[in-house]
């Protein structure tokens, strides 16, 4: 483990360690790593703060990959379901064992049949798509958040998403360019999703910009970041926002 690290993971270390994987291939730029580092500590955030409130609720992760979040934030009650590909499940089960208050579940998160495996949760819920609705055509971000309001009244949906402008741009980020994946989605405004149906409210955003732990970015990196949060189009290319879907 590094000295004072933006998130402290031993799980993603272990798992890391363990998959015969070159992952420097990949050739992510080290700013990338930070920027993923805080996105994820700002996603504990918004869990541990909903299992405060809620000591008893349910979280859904959707798109989960290999994060192992239920077990940084775990408060011994909340029920848990991390939802991806049945590849990834599968890759994940060499690591975590699904238990009573932690569950997976292997379907495509567009596959809206999943959402019938919690539905019988009394919640309340929080429902995460950290790094997910970017890569899906707004048809399917749209079809997803209605049929997560008609089974999950009332649920706290946070994710993050790019504007319409760095979309356009992302196809030549070396994470992206590397992996082939195709970013297809986002947003300008949080109205556009209110628009979708009445009783989606918008909470909150969260800028990049704003975190204490751009100071951990390099020189350069972290002057392009506060340069950013002086600008509403800038600071809004890469942001995490909060919708309630009463």
Same mark, same amino acid.
């Given at each position: ?5 933006? !998130? ?59 994060? =192992? ?19 990834? !499940? #599968? ?7 699904? +238990? ?6 292997? +379907? +495509?998160?567009?596959?809206? +049949?999943?959402?019938? !495996? ?19 055509? #707004? ?54 999703? #209110? ?15 704003? =975190?204490? #732990? ?9 002057? !392009? ?22």
């Amino acid at each position: 483990m590094k000295d004072n690290p933006v !998130i402290s993971d031993q799980n993603a270390v272990r798992m890391v360690e363990s998959i015969d994987y070159d992952f420097s291939l990949l050739k992510v730029p080290k700013q990338t790593h930070v920027t993923i580092c805080i996105r994820a500590k700002q996603f504990d955030h918004y869990a541990r703060a909903f299992l405060e409130n809620n000591p008893n609720g349910t979280v859904l992760h959707l798109g989960c990959g290999l994060d =192992s979040r239920f077990f940084r934030v775990d408060n011994g009650r909340v029920e848990w379901y991390d939802l991806d590909y049945p590849d990834v !499940i #599968e890759l994940r089960r060499h690591f975590h064992d699904a +238990s009573d208050r932690y569950h997976l579940i292997p +379907s +495509s998160v567009t596959d809206l +049949s999943w959402t019938e !495996i919690p539905a019988g949760n009394p919640g309340p819920f929080l429902i995460i798509a950290e790094g997910l609705f970017m890569y899906l055509r #707004e048809e399917d971000v749209k079809s997803l958040v209605l049929k997560l309001q008609e089974t999950f009244p009332g649920c706290l949906l946070v994710f993050d998403s790019f504007s319409k402008r760095a979309v356009k741009g992302m196809s030549r980020h070396p994470s992206i360019d590397k992996t082939g994946a195709e970013v297809c989605w986002g947003i300008d405004e949080a109205g556009e999703i #209110e628009d979708w149906n009445d009783g989606i409210s918008f909470v909150e955003e969260w800028y990049f910009t704003d =975190s204490d #732990e751009i100071k951990k970015l390099d020189a350069g990196y972290g002057l !392009i970041f506060r340069i950013a949060g002086l600008f509403s189009a800038a600071k809004k290319a890469h942001r995490i926002l909060a919708f309630r879907l009463g």
